[in-house]
C-alpha cells in the first residue's frame, strides 16, 4: 500500500489534526466574541499608532478582502488587514491587527528569528512541495537515495515551522504589551484580546508539530517503521 494511502500515516498525525481542528474552532469562536466588545480605534488606526510610536512610520497598511487572512508582507513592507480588521473598532481586531503590527516591528527592528524566518521561507515552500514529490518518487521507484533527499528537503519545512513557532509568539507578546502601554486597550479588557491571540497562537503549535509528526514517519518509513508489505 503507497505510503499516502497508509492509515498508520494519519494515526501518526492525529495529535496534531486534532489540534489544528481544535484551535481553528477556538480562533473562529475567540474572534466571534471579541467582536462584539467595541475598542477606541480600528483595527487599521490600532496598528498605525503602534508603528508610528515605535518610528516604523514607512510600513504602509492597506485593507485586503478575506477573513483572518491578515499578514505582514517583508519583501514589500506592507501590512494587509482583512476587511473585518482593516476598519471594525473591535477588540478582536485591534488584538489582530497590533499582533501583525507586532511582525512589522520584528522586521523593523532586525529581530534575529524574523530575519531566519523570512530567509526560509522559500525552503519551506520547496520543502513542501517538492520534497514531498521526490520522496513520492523515490519509494515508487526504489531509490532510496532520491527518498531520502525529499525527507532532507522537507526538514526544509520542519525548520521553518519550528522558528516561525517563537516568531509568533513574539508577535503576539508585543502586541499585548503595545495595546496596553499605549492605552488602545485598557488592562481591564485585555482578557478578550488574549484570547483572540491565544487561540492563534495554538494553530502555529498545531502546524508544527504536523510538520515534526509527519517527518518523523517518513523518516520512519524508510529505515523500517513499516512494513515491507506496507511498501509493495
Known amino acids: 500500500m503507497p505510503i499516502f494511502f497508509d492509515p498508520g500515516y494519519f494515526l501518526a498525525v492525529a495529535p496534531a489534526l486534532l489540534l489544528a481542528m481544535w484551535a481553528q474552532w477556538r480562533v473562529h469562536s475567540a474572534f466571534a466574541a471579541a467582536s462584539h466588545e467595541p475598542a477606541p480605534l480600528t483595527g487599521a488606526a490600532a496598528a498605525r499608532h503602534i508603528l508610528d510610536s515605535a518610528g516604523a512610520t514607512d510600513i504602509e497598511i492597506e485593507p485586503i478582502p478575506g477573513k483572518l487572512n491578515d499578514h505582514y508582507d517583508p519583501q514589500h513592507k506592507v501590512l494587509r488587514l482583512s ?116 487561540a492563534a497562537a495554538w494553530t502555529y503549535v498545531a502546524a508544527t508539530l504536523q510538520s515534526v509528526l509527519t517527518l518523523l514517519y517518513y523518516a520512519s518509513y524508510l529505515t523500517g517503521g513499516s512494513s515491507d508489505s506496507d511498501r509493495s
Not at 476587511?83 to 473598532?89: H, I, L, T
Not at 520584528?106 to 523570512?118: C, E, H, I, K
Not at 499605549?182 to 488592562?187: H, R
Open 83 to 198: 476587511e473585518a480588521v482593516y476598519g471594525s473598532r473591535s477588540l478582536a481586531a485591534v488584538g489582530i491587527a497590533a499582533h501583525e503590527a507586532g511582525h512589522a516591528l520584528q522586521d523593523a527592528q532586525s529581530f534575529a528569528l524574523m530575519t531566519v524566518r523570512n530567509a526560509a521561507v522559500n525552503l519551506a515552500n520547496l520543502g513542501s512541495g517538492f520534497g514531498i514529490t521526490m520522496f513520492a518518487i523515490g519509494l515508487m521507484m526504489q531509490f532510496p537515495a532520491v527518498a531520502w533527499a525529499g525527507i532532507a528537503l522537507f526538514a526544509g519545512t520542519v525548520f521553518f515551522q519550528l522558528v516561525n513557532l517563537p516568531v509568533e509568539i513574539d508577535a503576539s507578546n508585543r502586541a499585548k504589551a503595545q495595546l496596553v502601554s499605549l492605552g488602545i486597550v485598557p488592562q481591564n479588557e485585555m482578557p478578550s484580546v488574549n484570547n483572540v491571540l491565544n
